[in-house]
């Protein structure tokens, strides 16, 4: 796969079979439409091109709002796109001029004089251009004007409900991994870095890695534990994660990402780190007292144990 982060103009795609969006997820709807474009380049003995932005618009048409939360980082998601077998990705640098653009001008200026445009495939209510005024309508109309073809594909249903990716961050916060899981078609994960903590954990028997996401627009799931994978240094691991404000030990208010990795006791700080989200367990509980919470995280540790199928060292 080539990746492009602007408008190649050194590179003639052959018969470009292009879908646009931001992706954000690669959810199994955006699957259906990513098959569908490599399937429709064979066909038509073209490429596969993958054109999305970056930043995310949000941040360019409302930098005021810091509330955007992403289900992947762009280079999740170029990854993502890898793994799918798509021919090019062209990461286009999304900034206020081309935010005016019109839908007519990002047909015809972009996808058909520079990129050459074959066949436009989208998915269903998809739209686009300045103040999203770009519709299957207005491509109807366009299609034979600059003579290119379109593919609308359907919204995928699952569990009686169409998936995207506002579903997914919904169900993110409220640590509906089920859910999540299953629109995914994958288990959620985060990356970041090992930073020093306070030790509190270290004090009652359970040493924790505290995490720093590495990039700041990522979703984290809803407050509670849960049973996680744990990839660091080349290693894969289990553990079980909270995720909160620490009420029992803390009352900065601050939320962390603390995990414990299960029969592992390595000094890992400053290391990068990638953890999978397998199973919610509970909510986050202020106990009376760090007895009482170590008490409760042996029953964590027994209910995250069985879920991710690994037993005690004293088994």
């Known amino acids: 796969m080539k990746i492009h982060h602007d408008l190649p103009s050194s590179i003639v795609f052959k018969n470009p079979v292009i879908t646009i969006g931001?992706?954000?997820g690669l959810h199994l709807g955006h699957r259906k439409i990513i098959d569908f474009l490599k399937l429709k380049a064979q066909e038509v003995n073209g490429e596969s091109v993958v054109f999305t932005f970056h930043p995310h618009?949000?941040?360019?048409?409302?930098p005021e709002d810091h509330d955007l939360e992403l289900i992947q980082s762009i280079d999740e998601r170029v990854e993502k796109f890898r793994k799918l077998g798509v021919d090019h990705v062209i990461v286009f640098p999304f900034d206020l001029p081309f935010s005016r653009l019109s839908a007519t001008q990002f047909i015809r200026d972009i996808l058909v004089n520079k990129l050459k445009l074959h066949t436009l495939v989208i998915g269903y209510d998809h739209h686009f251009g300045r103040n999203r005024e770009g519709s299957m309508q207005n491509l109807r109309e366009?299609?034979?004007?600059y003579d290119f073809d379109i593919c609308e594909i359907s919204a995928l249903i699952k569990e009686d409900t169409n998936?995207?990716?506002?579903?997914?961050?919904?169900?993110?916060?409220v640590g509906d991994l089920r859910t999540v899981s299953a629109f995914l078609?994958?288990?959620?994960k985060v990356f970041g870095k090992v930073v020093k903590g306070d030790r509190i954990g270290t004090e009652i028997g359970y040493p924790t890695a505290n995490v720093q996401l590495e990039n700041s627009y990522k979703l984290i799931p809803g407050n509670g534990v849960y049973a996680v994978k744990v990839f660091v240094d080349d290693m894969k691991l289990s553990g079980m994660l909270n995720i909160g404000k620490r009420p029992t030990v803390s009352d900065s208010g601050e939320k962390r990402i603390e995990v414990h990795i299960f029969d592992f006791d390595r000094n890992i700080y400053n290391q990068k780190i990638e953890l999978e989200f397998i199973e919610y367990i509970r909510e986050e509980i202020n106990f009376n007292g760090l007895v009482e919470?170590?008490?409760?995280l042996k029953k964590d540790e027994e209910a995250c144990r069985t879920v991710l199928d690994i037993q005690s060292p004293s088994v």
């Open 22 to 24: 931001t992706f954000d």
């Open 185 to 188: 078609g994958d288990h959620y």
């Open 57 to 62: 618009p949000r941040m360019v048409l409302h």
């Open 142 to 145: 366009l299609a034979p004007l």
């Open 163 to 173: 998936i995207s990716s506002t579903k997914i961050r919904n169900a993110l916060k």
């Open 293 to 296: 919470l170590k008490n409760q």
